[in-house]
T-cell receptor, first 118, second 113 residues
Framework: DARVTQTPRHKVTEMGQEVTMRCQPI?????VFWYRQTMMQGLELLAY????????DSGMPKDRFSAEMPDATLATLKIQPSEPRDSAVYFC????????????????FGPGTRLTVL | AQSVTQLGSHVSVSEGALVLLRCNYS??????LFWYVQYPNQGLQLLLK??????LVKGINGFEAEFKKSETSFHLTKPSAHMSDAAEYFC???????????FGTGTSLTVIP
């Protein structure tokens, strides 16, 4: 049963600390998405990758957030320094990248990382 | 630019009753439309998607949605609600001319025994 995995599932940290969240996409998927979910803003697309290359990160605060795919089996989202307003659930999703482009891709979501910044 | 509006942040139905969750979109180009479901403490799961084929789309768990261009709507329905349908439902829109996805704010469905 292929699924997206995310680590850690929960993270509590103090303001100013660096936070790294990891995602393992479904094997064979070539698109990876990062989302942030909060009560106030709902689901926001932060960034996404196709074949490990960043295609769009316009939703991501550039000054403190960075997203990378060191290899096809690992995507990372880093926040440095973290702030209380970053508290949210961060979801990673992957897609098979079928014909039609990423816009039509079915996204398979991981269980999320619940981040609390004190 | 695309956007999605979900009318009603909370919907309650009795078990066995019709489920209707509303979604209206705005898009300057032909849209692709999706419904996702989120169970508590889990990620989202695709229910169904419209990608310019048949306007009536059938999804998993007995759900279906109809794309109505004249009404710019993509409402989600299920003839008979089950207790296991209680969850958060998200409508989303994208287009084949961009790389952006926009999710609605979600509708929380409660099923009353």
């Amino acid at each position: 049963d292929a699924r997206v995995t995310q680590t850690p599932r929960h993270k509590v940290t103090e303001m100013g600390q660096e936070v790294t969240m990891r995602c393992q996409p479904i094997l064979g998927h070539n698109t990876v998405f990062w989302y942030r979910q909060t009560m106030m803003q709902g689901l926001e697309l932060l960034a996404y990758f196709r074949n490990r290359a960043p295609l769009d990160d316009s939703g991501m605060p550039k000054d403190r957030f960075s997203a990378e795919m060191p290899d096809a089996t690992l995507a990372t989202l880093k926040i440095q320094p973290s702030e209380p307003r970053d508290s949210a659930v961060y979801f990673c999703a992957s897609g098979p990248g079928l014909a039609g482009g990423p816009s039509t891709d079915t996204q398979y979501f991981g269980p999320g990382t619940r981040l609390t910044v004190l | 630019a695309q956007s999605v509006t979900q009318l009603g942040s909370h919907v309650s139905v009795s078990e066995g009753a019709l489920v209707l969750l509303r979604c209206n979109y705005s898009s300057s180009v032909p849209p692709y439309l999706f419904w996702y479901v989120q169970y508590p403490n889990q990620g989202l799961q695709l229910l169904l998607k419209y990608t310019s084929a048949a306007t009536l789309v059938k999804g998993i768990n007995g759900f279906e949605a109809e794309f109505k261009k004249s009404e710019t709507s993509f409402h989600l329905t299920k003839p008979s609600a089950h207790m296991s349908d209680a969850a958060e439902y998200f409508c989303a829109v994208s287009s084949n001319t961009g790389n952006q996805f926009y999710f609605g704010t979600g509708t929380s469905l409660t099923v009353i025994p």
